[in-house]
Antibody, heavy 124, light 107 residues
Framework: QLQLQESGPRLVKPSETLSLTCTVSGASIASNSFFWGWIRQPPGEGLEWLGAIYHTGYTYYNPSLNSRVTMSVDTSKNEFSLRLSSVTARDTAIYYC????????????????WGQGTLVTVSS | DIRLTQSPLSLSASVGDRVTITCRAS??????LNWYLQKRGEAPKLVIHTASSLHSGVPSRFSGGRSGPDFSLTITNLQTEDVGTYFC?????????FGQGTRVEIQ
């Protein structure tokens, strides 16, 4: 059974960089036809898609993040990562990783498997 | 970005009821509309993908439909385990966007 698990610091200081890793088990991250995405949810609020990466390194990012986001993939470790720079309190959220099958036009599709999420707080 | 507007934002119904949630897209998104259920304290789980396809393992009392720019999620025979917040999401064109969410409660 496919499982995803987020890991990384739970507390980040303002202006620093948030870094999270999603470890995938039960399937190869190098499988064709799947993007690997990040979604976040501020406490009590809605969902925001941050972006997604293909195993070749091809990425889609949400422009609302103003180029603060970088995603990478390590197929040897079967994991992918998120970096969000210059964080503020508005970046405090539960961060989820998810598998997103590619659509016919090679866009990230529905998130069919999700990690449990990890709460990251931005505070000094 | 493509905007998704859900209605209602909350509803209360009885066990066994039929409930329908609507999601309207700000532009044509073909059938690239997905529905998720998020229970309290959990990650969202996929219910319906591409407007009307039931995700693996999801009970058949869930169904999805489309009429022009309006997409619907219908739960027939509402059960207590269906309580939570339902989100629609478009995957037609990046960035993927979500609706505001609809909270479903049992009265």
């Amino acid at each position: 059974q496919l499982q995803l698990q987020e890991s990384g610091p739970r507390l980040v200081k303002p202006s620093e960089t948030l870094s999270l890793t999603c470890t995938v088990s039960g399937a190869s991250i190098a499988s064709n036809s799947f993007f690997w995405g990040w979604i976040r949810q501020p406490p009590g609020e809605g969902l925001e898609w941050l972006g997604a990466i293909y195993h070749t390194g091809y990425t889609y990012y949400n422009p609302s993040l103003n180029s603060r986001v970088t995603m990478s993939v390590d197929t040897s470790k079967n994991e992918f990562s998120l970096r969000l720079s210059s964080v503020t309190a508005r970046d405090t959220a539960i961060y989820y990783c998810a598998r997103q099958p590619a659509t016919a036009r090679f866009y990230p599709g529905a998130g069919d498997f999700w990690g449990q999420g990890t709460l990251v707080t931005v505070s000094s | 970005d493509i905007r998704l507007t859900q209605s209602p934002l909350s509803l209360s119904a009885s066990v066994g009821d039929r409930v329908t949630i609507t999601c309207r897209a700000s532009q044509d998104i073909s059938n690239d509309l997905n529905w998720y259920l998020q229970k309290r304290g959990e990650a969202p789980k996929l219910v319906i993908h591409t407007a009307s396809s039931l995700h693996s393992g999801v009970p058949s009392r869930f169904s999805g439909g489309r009429s022009g720019p309006d997409f619907s999620l219908t739960i027939t025979n509402l059960q207590t385990e269906d309580v939570g917040t339902y989100f629609c999401q478009q995957s037609y064109f990046p960035p993927a966007t979500f609706g505001q969410g609809t909270r479903v409660e049992i009265q």
